[in-house]
């Protein structure tokens, strides 16, 4: 399985960015997809999900309003569009792939079984 995560880079706080992460090796359309971050000195955190088929979806309270997930099975490709972003959402993004086809109510860790190498975010204020 790789995921290559792409997109981050540095903003402005209350700007935008839009990350991908292009899936192969994998049936992409059966598992469920996250986006997790890990700021320095920080444990990683799950900040979205998206079930297969793009029917759940799930948000960190931090981020709700202001992120959206979303997926093109054809493309084997999983995004996070981040607007109105603050210094605190500076971390590296990695994106991951579920064991299963649906998501949790609260999504872990020990949900995925497959991870990128992250891509940088940072904002400024």
């Known amino acids: 399985v790789q995921l290559q995560a792409s997109g981050g880079g540095l903003v402005q706080a209350g700007g935008s960015l839009r990350l991908s992460c292009a899936a192969s090796?994998?049936?992409?359309?059966?598992?469920?997809m996250g986006w997790f971050r890990q700021a320095p000195g920080k444990e990683r955190e799950s900040v979205a999900a998206i079930a297969w088929n793009g029917g759940s979806t799930y948000y960190a309270d931090s981020v709700k309003g202001r992120f959206t997930i979303s997926r093109d099975n054809a493309k084997n490709t999983v995004y996070l569009q981040m607007n109105s972003l603050k210094p605190d959402d500076t971390a590296v993004y990695v994106c991951?792939?579920?064991?299963?086809?649906?998501?949790?109510?609260?999504?872990?860790?020990?949900?995925?079984?497959?991870w990128g190498q992250g891509t940088q975010v940072t904002v400024s204020s």
């Open positions: 090796g994998l049936t992409f359309s059966i598992h469920a």
């Open positions: 991951a792939k579920g064991r299963r086809a649906g998501i949790t109510s609260r999504p872990s860790t020990y949900d995925y079984d497959g």
